[in-house]
């Protein structure tokens, strides 16, 4: 029998209900009704969607909302991707094990731990001390293999690369150039949400190619920009 979702199930508890609400139960529902069945077949996707407590990687109050089909917001204008969202980035960057990836706007760090349940050798960076923080309260217990760094977004992390992956978690209008260039010419790939136009998202594969980064579009997605990767308005006078 097919479980049918039930989309009050998470959305009407509140901070106080949080002790009786069975999380690995919400887990399972997550994986089994928002993403297996929008394409993502990847087992170590699946895998690391059952088993990571997505509900200690948002702030204490969202938790029982952490599960829900739908981006969690963080506070300042950041967002935890929706679940299928960020599986679907995380599947379209074919990641290999061993290979160094790196997430930008890594915020809490649940796209870092999903990524290095695949096998990669990941860093998550990020710029914002409130995120860092849960991200540093909670990965060293669910994936210690994850690098933590802070830094600013636009300028990637140059001191590791290349990189083979480089996952830009969030949506952007352009791709910084620091972090293109900071690709491995052989086979690297990097992965976002290209979001020119308000309203508009596309999930995209970068690939490093002798005219720049070629591009290819996957499947529409409207995620939050990210605040500070916006480029600065150009003034004509």
Same mark, same amino acid.
């Given at each position: !029998?097919?479980?049918?979702?039930?989309?009050?199930?998470? *959305?009407? *508890?509140?901070? !106080?209900?949080?002790?009786?609400?069975?999380?690995?139960?919400?887990? !399972?529902?997550?994986?089994?009704?928002?993403?297996?069945?929008?394409?993502?077949?990847?087992?170590?996707?699946?895998?690391? !969607?059952?088993?990571?407590?997505?509900?200690?990687?948002?702030?204490?109050?969202?938790?029982?909302?952490?599960?829900?089909?739908?981006? =969690?917001?963080?506070?300042?204008?950041? =967002?935890?991707?929706? $679940?299928m969202e960020l599986?679907?980035? &995380?599947?379209?960057?074919?990641?290999?094990?061993?290979?160094?990836?790196?997430? =930008?706007?890594?915020?809490?760090?649940?796209?870092?731990?999903?990524?290095?349940?695949?096998?990669?050798?990941?860093?998550?960076?990020?710029?914002?001390?409130?995120?860092?923080?849960?991200?540093?309260?909670?990965?060293?217990?669910?994936?210690?293999?994850?690098?933590?760094?802070?830094?600013?977004?636009?300028?990637?992390?140059?001191?590791?690369? $290349?990189?083979?992956?480089? *996952? /830009?978690?969030?949506?952007?209008?352009? /791709?910084?150039?620091?972090? &293109?260039?900071? *690709?491995?010419?052989?086979g690297g790939r990097?992965?976002t949400v290209l979001?020119?136009? $308000?309203?508009?998202?596309?999930? &995209?594969?970068?690939?490093?190619?002798?005219?720049?980064?070629?591009?290819?579009?996957?499947?529409?997605?409207?995620?939050?920009?990210? $605040?500070?990767?916006?480029?600065?308005?150009?003034?004509?006078?």
């Amino acid at each position: !029998m097919k479980w049918t979702a039930r989309p009050c199930q998470q *959305l009407c *508890l509140g901070p !106080m209900d949080q002790n009786a609400f069975d999380f690995a139960l919400a887990r !399972m529902h997550m994986v089994e009704s928002q993403v297996r069945p929008n394409l993502v077949s990847d087992p170590r996707i699946l895998a690391a !969607m059952s088993t990571l407590p997505r509900e200690r990687f948002v702030p204490p109050e969202r938790a029982a909302v952490a599960y829900s089909d739908a981006a =969690v917001p963080l506070g300042a204008g950041r =967002v935890l991707m929706a $679940p299928m969202e960020l599986a679907r980035l &995380v599947q379209l960057a074919r990641p290999v094990k061993g290979e160094r990836a790196l997430v =930008v706007a890594a915020g809490t760090g649940y796209g870092a731990a999903v990524l290095a349940e695949c096998g990669a050798a990941v860093t998550a960076l990020e710029e914002d001390r409130r995120l860092l923080a849960i991200a540093r309260s909670v990965l060293p217990a669910t994936s210690p293999s994850v690098a933590i760094v802070a830094g600013p977004l636009a300028d990637g992390w140059p001191a590791r690369a $290349p990189w083979h992956i480089v *996952l /830009i978690e969030g949506a952007v209008k352009e /791709i910084p150039p620091a972090i &293109v260039g900071q *690709l491995n010419q052989g086979g690297g790939r990097l992965v976002t949400v290209l979001a020119p136009r $308000p309203g508009s998202g596309q999930a &995209v594969l970068g690939c490093p190619s002798a005219g720049g980064l070629a591009l290819s579009s996957a499947f529409d997605c409207a995620t939050a920009l990210l $605040p500070s990767l916006i480029p600065a308005p150009l003034f004509s006078f």
